[in-house]
């Protein structure tokens, strides 16, 4: 399409529960965009959406999807082990891709995403939907303005108390093979985006412990503590499990550093500089994956960058990578090394 003009035609490949957010975002500027068509092998979930979404073609092939004039853009919300093959087939297609986490599950994959992205001249933005939390952008600004000075230390957190019982709850995402890990790949995904975007730097180091408390019908983990080096020095600090709640006053993300610190719980920021009063600010508690859903939109609309595309996706990808080699062999993970 002529970037902006029209409106944005969208191709849902995947039906499950996550997609009720990604809809909610496309409803909410349904004077922008149009979901035409929705894809999924459950046949009975794609007309969901489509009902939801105030109708829209059914198809149960994203290969067919892909080939419709009508389609500008693809939304894939699939199980993880099959995001690099719908990303790579979108983008042959010319395509623009927006992908849930995690990108892809292994470095080979991930190299074959770049290849077909850069080679069709195509947009891919990672969602990483808690990007677009109002406390973290304000954060964000803060650090650029070198309100803080140099960077010591970040923590990010994402825990909180699964109820699941059985693999049957969980279906793919109690199987490594499908899921690419366990909790860590999951819900982990989204602290190790977190402390990536608010280091604003290049991690280069990674040591992580794993375990498995009470998710025992898992193949892979249920918590993950992870350390990870960044080049400018700064080290930070993920924690994240679907094994219990939190402890009370547990931050969403928090940061030292030379001229002070700061945290969040993800709507208030508290932050206090070197010998001077302590400052809070207040912020609207937002729908974040509607929020995400609209710079999409604009991305394609306006041919702008996204705040993450499948660059920052495979920095995010390596740190987790590295953190299971960590794990599985008690060492220190250089990430050049994957």
């Known amino acids: 399409m002529a970037q902006g003009s ?22 909410a500027i349904g004077d922008q965009v149009k979901v035409v068509a929705i894809a999924d092998v459950v046949e009975e979930n794609a007309r969901t959406r489509a009902e939801e979404v105030g109708g829209a073609d059914v198809l149960t092939n994203y290969g067919e999807l892909v080939k419709r004039d009508d389609v500008d853009a693809v939304d894939i919300c699939l199980p993880h082990h099959l995001h690099a093959d719908a990303i790579i087939t979108a983008a042959n297609a010319g395509k623009y891709v927006l992908c ?38 304000r954060t964000r600004e803060l650090l650029d303005a070198g309100t803080f000075g140099e960077i010591y230390e970040l923590r990010t957190t994402d825990s909180f108390l699964s109820r699941a019982t059985g693999s049957g709850g969980m279906t793919w ?68 499990g679907w094994a219990y709640t939190p402890a009370p006053g547990t931050e969403r993300f928090s940061i030292v550093a030379e001229k002070g610190s700061l945290s969040s719980d993800g709507t208030t920021i508290d932050y206090q500089l070197n010998d001077e009063d302590p400052v809070r600010i207040d912020l609207p508690d937002v729908d974040n994956m509607a929020a995400e859903i609209a710079d999409f939109v604009a991305c394609v609309r306006d041919g702008k960058r996204p705040v993450n595309t499948e660059d920052e996706g495979i920095q995010v990808l390596k740190v987790i990578l590295g953190a299971y080699q960590s794990a599985r062999t008690g060492t220190i993970v250089d990430l050049a090394s994957l």
């Open 6 to 27: 029209g409106t944005v035609g969208i191709g849902l490949i995947g039906a499950g529960g996550i997609t009720r957010g990604h809809v909610r975002g496309y409803n």
């Open 100 to 137: 849930e986490k995690p990108l892809c599950l292994t470095v080979a994959e991930a190299d074959a995403v770049r290849q077909a992205v850069e080679h069709n001249g195509v947009t891919l933005m990672c969602a990483h939907n808690q990007l677009f939390m109002p406390a973290v952008a």
């Open 173 to 240: 995402r109690s199987r490594v093979a499908t899921a690419g890990g366990g909790e860590l790949i999951d819900t982990g995904y989204h602290p190790t985006y977190l402390l990536l975007h608010l280091a604003g730097s290049s991690p280069t180091q990674v040591a992580a412990m794993v375990s498995k408390h009470r998710l025992t019908f898992m193949e892979g983990e249920d918590s993950a503590q992870v350390l990870v080096r960044f080049d400018n020095g700064a080290v930070g600090t993920i924690v994240t």
